[in-house]
């Protein structure tokens, strides 16, 4: 059984722009809610991924919530796996596990944990949390796939600040060096990590050039453009590709967006209500 | 008449090929130790297969959980220090937490690289990776114990940490039958006044204290821990019941080693005296022989401290 959104989104043809809208309105929403009656999460940085999210479930990615586990679907990688939420909400409402179970998150023997695993939520492919994660394991995923001869693609979301992590510059030598055509990194450029800004805690411009050096075409977007963001993700290359999608951490709420205390900050009852007003529906 | 040496490194890398020719999800994933790990024959036979990601560990286990993602096993293969020091956190969380089916090999490890001095030392490691949940870890003794062991890890479903010897060791596995067996400890000597439990470099080291200490009419058996995690507890609570004294000694730390797991077993079972011998400092300079004995794991050095802890030293 797939869900409403997921048939409006994949089962009538190709979705709209417009469709995949009102997709990232709804994973705004039930975020917010899920966050709010768990007392716990990481709302900015789920805002500032939740239109790269739309965008990937809604028409990129070749994943069947119906059968999670299918061998040849496209592998996508939440490494900053502190923005969970945004995640679930986005798994649950394309019907990789039911709805009621965001209502679980953080409580007792909850599937749904801070941070995502594998073996207990449908639609993960490895644990993530600690940062610096993801990334080499989707490019192992690659790798699997051009041995194995696979049309399939992987994909890895990582925050900006997170690329301060080594590790994820080791993954960019090897991805570049094997020239990965089946490989995009997508960069969460809002610009914040949880104490500051990043230009003012350790400073990654200028980002496009510096994984340029390493092999990679970069595409600088506007990370909440839609259009840009489907064009950037589906337009193919001879080389591995690094999104860097510039975004507004709290992106859609006025009180929420661009503010470090906002990292992971809990929305109260009248907060809500008025992000819900800012949201729409 | 002389035994047969054998660097456990060739063994480890004739089976991996001999399963790789029969099974094409087998790949090897490396940190620029093709040559360190004797996987060269491995990297012409199946160069697609061979994932080289150079002076990378993070990269190197983060890519082996994602081609293990897609049905592949990886078999990671480094040296023991770089591969479980630099690389913890990914084996925590990209390996034993995701429960990715990635077969850690931990080439060279304890006091293999003598002279080259502490940083290439891998003495810390059973320590390390006995703290993860859901880790497996096999320390072989010898050839027969290396095929074996490289064997059950490509089929066991779930990740593993194989710790591979580079010094040289001779057999200790005639009269074993399977020279291994997974979580069982192997009785290489039968006898009741004391136990010498060891594993890998140890156990040739062990069974040749038995021999001084049967000199002295001290009847000493001798365990070979090849599964260090899951440890064998009903084989070593049997021989602290039966022996009343155990000696640990191990190419490692105490400290949350095979000592430390000994140690934790019987105090909750069959609390008996015991001596535990390992690396258990930084070491000094020296050959792989000389540390040893510098460290009391040389034949007489156990053999003195199985006679202390039986009242005869």
């Not at chain 1, 990481?42 to 119906?66: M, N």
């Not at chain 2, 060279?108 to 001095?117: N, T």
């Not at chain 2, 490691?125 to 096999?138: F, K, Q, Y």
Request: aromatic share 6%.
């Amino acid at each position: 059984m797939t869900t409403d959104w997921w048939q409006r989104l994949h089962d009538a043809g190709p979705a709209s722009t417009s469709d995949i809208a009102d997709f990232a309105t709804e994973i705004r929403r039930t975020t917010l809610v899920t966050i709010n009656r768990a007392g716990l999460g990481h709302i900015g940085g789920d805002f500032s991924v939740t239109d790269i999210l739309a965008t990937l479930y809604g028409r990129v990615l070749r994943v069947d919530p119906t059968q999670p586990d299918w061998s040849d679907r496209d592998r996508f990688i939440l490494s900053k796996g502190h923005a969970a939420v945004s995640l679930y909400s986005t798994l649950a409402l394309s019907g990789f596990f039911p709805m009621d179970w965001l209502g679980t998150f953080t409580g007792p023997l909850s599937a749904l944990n801070g941070h995502p695993n594998r073996n207990k939520v449908p639609g993960v492919e490895t644990n993530t949390g600690p940062l610096g994660h993801g990334f080499p394991v989707a490019l192992g995923c690659a790798l699997a796939a051009e041995l194995q001869g696979s049309e399939r693609r992987s994909y890895v979301v990582i925050g900006d600040g997170e690329l301060q992590e080594g590790s994820n510059w080791e993954a960019f030598m090897y991805g570049g060096h094997r020239k990965l055509s089946n490989l995009t990194a997508i960069v969460d450029r809002n610009r914040l990590q949880q104490g500051d800004r990043t230009e003012n805690t350790n400073s990654l411009d200028p980002l496009d050039a510096k994984v340029e050096a390493f092999g990679w075409e970069a595409r600088v977007i506007n990370g909440h453009d839609l259009d840009a963001l489907y064009s950037a993700l589906t337009t193919p290359s001879d080389r591995p590709v690094a999104v860097i999608a510039e975004t507004t951490k709290g992106k859609g709420v006025s009180f929420i967006e661009d503010r470090a205390e906002w990292h992971h900050k809990v929305p109260s009852a009248e907060q809500v209500e008025l992000a819900l007003q800012e949201l729409g529906s | 008449m002389t035994p047969v040496l054998t660097d456990c490194r060739v063994p480890f890398a004739h089976e991996l090929i001999d399963l790789a020719r029969t099974d094409e999800r087998v790949v090897a994933v490396c940190n620029d130790s093709v040559s360190s790990s004797n996987l060269g024959e491995f990297r012409s036979l199946f160069p697609d297969r061979m994932f080289n990601v150079g002076i990378a560990e993070q990269n190197m286990v983060g890519v082996a959980a994602g081609l293990a993602n897609a049905g592949l096993i990886p078999f990671v293969c480094a040296a023991s220090p770089f591969l479980t020091g630099r690389a913890t956190e990914q084996i925590k969380a990209d390996v034993a937490y995701s429960r990715a089916n990635v077969k850690l090999v931990g080439m060279s490890p304890g006091v293999s690289y003598g002279e080259l001095g502490p940083t290439h030392h891998s003495i810390e490691d059973i320590a390390w990776m006995r703290a993860l949940d859901g880790l497996p870890i096999v320390s072989p003794a010898d050839e027969a114990q290396t095929r074996q062991a490289v064997r059950w890890a490509a089929e066991y479903h779930g990740g593993a940490f194989l710790r591979i010897g580079r010094f040289k060791v001779p057999s200790v596995s005639e009269g074993q039958s399977p020279a291994f067996h997974f979580g069982i400890a192997n009785t290489v000597r039968h006898g009741d006044d004391v136990t010498i439990i060891a594993s890998g470099v140890t156990v040739s080291r062990a069974l040749a204290a038995a021999e001084l200490l049967a000199d002295q009419a001290i009847s000493a058996r001798v365990l070979n821990i090849s599964t260090i995690c899951p440890l064998d507890a009903d084989t070593v609570i049997a021989a602290a019941r039966d022996t009343g004294h155990i000696v640990v000694a191990e190419e490692s730390v105490s400290r949350g080693g095979l000592g430390g797991a000994v140690a934790e077993l019987l105090a909750e079972s069959v609390p008996v005296p015991m001596r535990l011998l390992g690396v258990n400092t930084f070491a000094p300079t020296g050959s792989v022989e000389f540390l040893l004995e510098h460290f009391g794991l040389s034949p007489e050095g156990i053999a003195a401290a199985a006679l202390e802890l039986v009242g005869r030293g």
